[in-house]
DNA sequence: CGTTTTTGACCCGCGC
DNA sequence: GCGCGGGTCAAAAACG
C-alpha cells in the first residue's frame, strides 16, 4: 500500500499541474507554490487514499491507474477549484514579487547606469556639486510647485487651491560641515532670505522637496528627525541604550545620548531634544552606520535616508570621491550623507520652519522634518496622498501595524522616498540636468517639479509613477 | 542578577 | 592658555 500511497500523491499533484495552462517553468517561487500545493493535498489524498486502499485491496498494482481516475471523480469539485484557485493566487503572488525584485533590479541598475554619466560629466569640473531639487506633489495631480536653485533664483508658482489634505511636502537638504564657518554663514544668511522670499511670494506654496547637495569630505552622517512625539523617545524599531544626558546651551531641555544596542558594537548613536520652541516636538538627531541589518520596524527610516542617498548619489564617505558624487552600493542601506526632508507642508509656514534656525543648522546634516503644524489630523489627511503604500496584502508591507501620528508619517514619508521609480525618476532628472548644464555651461542649479504621473498622462497603469519636470534654464516645465 | 538609567567627571575641540 | 560647550565615560542607582 505504501507504493500506492507515494503513487497516487504524485499522480494527483501532477494533474494539478497539468491542468495549468502556463507551461510549467522552473522557477523557484512557482516551485514552492506547488510544493505547498502538495503537501496541501496529501492530507485530503490521505484520507481518500484509505477508502481508495479498502476497495482497492486485492487488486493488482497494474489497477492503479483506473483507481486514481476513481479516486479523482471521487474527489470533491469544490476542493479541486478551491485548491486551484488557491494556487492561481499564489502564482499570482508569486508573479507580482518577482515583479517587484525585477523592478528593484533595474531601477538599481538604471541608477548606476545614470550615475556613470553624471559622474562622467562632474569628473570635468573643479566645484564641489551642488544640486537643488525642489519637488512637490499632490493627489490631484499636476501641481506646480516654487523652486529655490542654487542662485536662489524664484520661479513662478502657478496658481493652486487644491485641497491642501491631499498634498505631501518634502523638504530635502544637503549640507556641508566642511564648509568654512563664515561662508556658512553667509550661505545660510542667504538662503534664508531667499527661502523667505519664496515663502513670502508664494505664501500658499504646497509642499516640497528641496535638496541641496554640498558634498562634505570626510563627514559623519547624521539624520535629524522632528516629530511631535510625546513619548521620550521616537519608537524607530531599533534598540537604544542612553549612556548619557547634557542640558545644552540653549534649550533647557536635556539632551539625551543614547547607542544602538541591536548589534554589539554599532557605531550608530541618536541625540534626542525637545525642541524650545515647542515642547511637543522631538528632535531625534541619528549619527553613523549600522553595522547590522535593521529591524523590520527601522527598515522605513533607514530607507528614507537610503533615498535620500540616491537622491545625490553620492557617497562622501568615500575619500577617493573628493566631492566627485560616487556612486557605491555601500551608500544605499544606510545613510552616508546628509539631508534635510521637510514634509511639513500641508500647510504655511512650511518653509519658514524648516529654515528656523534654532534648528535649521548645515552642521547637524539631515534634518527629516515630520512635523505638522496642526493636529495629528493633519497627518492622517496627508497619507491619501502618498501613492506607494502597498495595498496589495501580498506586497510586503511594512506598515500593516496601525500606527499613530508622526511615526506613521514617518513611515509613509520613507514609502513615498524609497520608491524607485521616484528615485529613477530624480536620478533621470538630475542625469538630464548634468547633461544639460554640461553643454551650455555652469549656471543655477536645477529645479524639478515631481508629480505623480496617474493614468492617462504619462503612464497607462493603475499605479502612479514619478514625473520630474525641470523648471531650471527654460524653466517650462518640460517633463525630463 | 543582569540590564538599563542616572549623573558627575572627564575629554576634546574651538574661540578668544 | 583658558574657558566654554558638546560629547562620552563609568560608577552608582534603579529596574524588571
Keep these: 500500500m505504501g507504493r500506492e500511497d507515494k503513487k497516487m500523491e504524485i499522480d494527483l499533484s501532477l494533474k494539478i499541474d497539468s491542468q495549468e495552462e502556463a507551461p510549467r517553468k522552473v522557477q523557484d517561487d512557482d516551485e514552492r507554490a506547488d510544493v505547498k500545493l502538495d503537501s496541501q493535498y496529501k492530507e485530503d489524498v490521505v484520507e481518500e487514499e484509505e477508502d481508495a486502499a479498502m476497495a482497492a485491496s486485492g487488486e493488482v498494482l497494474e489497477d492503479s491507474e483506473s483507481m486514481q481516475l476513481s479516486l479523482q471523480d471521487n474527489m470533491k469539485t469544490e476542493e479541486l477549484s478551491a485548491l486551484q484557485i488557491e494556487m492561481n493566487r499564489m502564482k499570482e503572488e508569486n508573479k507580482v514579487l518577482r515583479r517587484v525584485v525585477e523592478q528593484t533590479m533595474k531601477d538599481f541598475h538604471e541608477l548606476q547606469r545614470q550615475f556613470s554619466i553624471v559622474q562622467q560629466n562632474n569628473s570635468q569640473k573643479n566645484n564641489d556639486p551642488q544640486v537643488f531639487l525642489s519637488l512637490s506633489s499632490n493627489g490631484s495631480g499636476i501641481q506646480e510647485q516654487a523652486m529655490i536653485s542654487d542662485t536662489r533664483k524664484i520661479s513662478p508658482l502657478k496658481d493652486h487651491d487644491t485641497d491642501k489634505d491631499n498634498e505631501l511636502g518634502l523638504s530635502l537638504r544637503l549640507s556641508d560641515s566642511g564648509y568654512d564657518r563664515q561662508q556658512r554663514k553667509e550661505e545660510q544668511k542667504q538662503e534664508i532670505t531667499n527661502l523667505m522670499e519664496v515663502q513670502r511670494n508664494h505664501l500658499n506654496s504646497l509642499s516640497a522637496i528641496t535638496s541641496h547637495v554640498a558634498v562634505p569630505p570626510n563627514r559623519k552622517a547624521r539624520v535629524s528627525v522632528r516629530t511631535r512625539c510625546q513619548s521620550a523617545t521616537l519608537n524607530d ?94 551608500s544605499l542601506p544606510y545613510p552616508n550623507n546628509a539631508f534635510l526632508l521637510n514634509p511639513s507642508a500641508s500647510s504655511l509656514p512650511s518653509n519658514i520652519r524648516t529654515i528656523n534656525p534654532n534648528y535649521y543648522d548645515p552642521s547637524k546634516g539631515v534634518v527629516l522634518d515630520l512635523t505638522t503644524p496642526g493636529s495629528s489630523s493633519h497627518n492622517n489627511a496627508l497619507l491619501p496622498s502618498f501613492p506607494l503604500i502597498p495595498e496589495k496584502p501580498n506586497y510586503p508591507n511594512i506598515f500593516s501595524t496601525p500606527r499613530e501620528g508622526q511615526e506613521f508619517l514617518a513611515e509613509n514619508v520613507s514609502a513615498m522616498a524609497s520608491d524607485p521609480k521616484f528615485r529613477v525618476a530624480v536620478a533621470a532628472a538630475i542625469t538630464s540636468w548634468m547633461n544639460k548644464e554640461n553643454q551650455t555651461g555652469p549656471s543655477i542649479g536645477p529645479c524639478f517639479v515631481a508629480r505623480e504621473a496617474v493614468g492617462g498622462e504619462s503612464v497607462s497603469t493603475s499605479t502612479k509613477n514619478w514625473v520630474l519636470e525641470s523648471l531650471s534654464g527654460n524653466g517650462n516645465g518640460k517633463p525630463n
Excluded at 553613523?288 to 535620500?308: D, Y
Design 237 to 330: 524599531g531599533c534598540q537604544w541604550r542612553k549612556y548619557g544626558q547634557k542640558i545644552a546651551k540653549g534649550n533647557p531641555c536635556p539632551r539625551a545620548y543614547y547607542r544602538c544596542t541591536v548589534a554589539p558594537g554599532c557605531p550608530v548613536r541618536k541625540q534626542v531634544q525637545r525642541c524650545l520652541e515647542d515642547m511637543s516636538i522631538l528632535i531625534t538627531t541619528y549619527e553613523g552606520t549600522h553595522n547590522h541589518p535593521l529591524p523590520v520596524g527601522a527598515t522605513a527610516m533607514a530607507s528614507t535616508a537610503s533615498a535620500a542617498a540616491s537622491f545625490m548619489l553620492l557617497d562622501s564617505s568615500n575619500p577617493l570621491s573628493n566631492g566627485i558624487p560616487s556612486f557605491t552600493q555601500a
